[in-house]
């Protein structure tokens, strides 16, 4: 069985200070991750993934993430944050056991003041 | 670029009445999600195909819901009757296999129930 647990429901940063969502997984596999993204009101956007190559995982808006197998974690970060930033963010996991079911986290919401 | 469509975008029906939605997927994208949001939570999946097969409805309420991919391409998913609690999202997405690939996501319908 696969879960994943994001460890926080809000974060609030100022613009141009680091990010960082954290997120823990459970999987019976070798699992692929990603973190999406959704902004009000619109679709959920693909932020990054991994796929068992390399564990630094760079995405798409200056995010990252790594892969950490000993901790089950998978924690985005970005060096500064921007006001367009602001937005719900979710953590997402996948395993062979489950036909590739996308079993997402609760999501963090991204809180970004001036 | 290609999208995934959906339709409607906004649903307003009564209690006990029915309502549809449907999906378009990406051309040539094997594996098709119906995932069911409620404000403030992650997406939870009701159903996956592969091609026109289900591969998972174990959280699809079957006494009232039901979903179809007749020739593997675009799909429809029912709920009757309606509920008041089924007020939520609807988010149809399309990956180009079960594994290790990142899914699309369309704009999702949302659905109020009165």
């Known amino acids: 069985a696969q879960s994943v647990t994001q460890l926080d429901s809000h974060v609030s940063v100022s613009e141009g200070t680091p990010v960082l969502l954290r997120c823990n997984y459970s999987?019976?596999?070798?699992?692929?991750l990603f973190w999406y993204v959704q902004h009000p009101n619109k679709g959920l956007q693909l932020l990054l993934k991994?796929?068992?190559?390399?564990?630094l995982v760079k995405g798409i808006n200056g995010f990252e993430a790594e892969f950490k197998k000993s901790e089950t974690s998978f924690h985005l970060t970005k060096p500064s944050a921007h006001m367009s930033d602001a937005a719900e963010y979710f953590c997402?996991?996948?395993?062979?056991?489950?036909?590739?079911?996308?079993?997402f986290g609760a999501g963090t919401q991204v809180v970004v003041t001036p | 670029e290609a999208e995934v469509a959906q339709s409607p975008r906004y649903k307003i029906t009564e209690k006990s009445q029915a309502v549809a939605f449907w999906c378009d997927p990406i051309?040539?994208?094997?594996?098709l999600y119906w995932y069911r949001q409620i404000l403030g939570q992650g997406p939870e999946l009701l159903v996956q195909?592969?091609?026109?097969?289900?591969?998972?409805d174990s959280q699809l309420p079957k006494d009232r819901f039901s979903a179809e991919r007749l020739k593997g391409v675009d799909s429809t998913l029912k709920i009757q009757p309606a509920e008041l609690g089924d007020s939520a999202m609807y988010l149809c997405?399309?990956?180009?296999?079960?594994?290790?690939?990142?899914?699309?996501f369309g704009q999702g319908t949302r659905l109020t129930v009165v």
């Open positions: 997405a399309s990956s180009l296999r079960y594994m290790n690939t990142e899914a699309f």
């Open positions: 999987s019976s596999y070798s699992p692929s």
């Open positions: 991994y796929t068992s190559a390399a564990t």
């Open positions: 997402v996991v996948s395993d062979r056991d489950s036909w590739g079911k996308l079993q």
């Open positions: 051309s040539g994208h094997a594996t």
């Open positions: 195909f592969q091609d026109e097969s289900v591969v998972d």
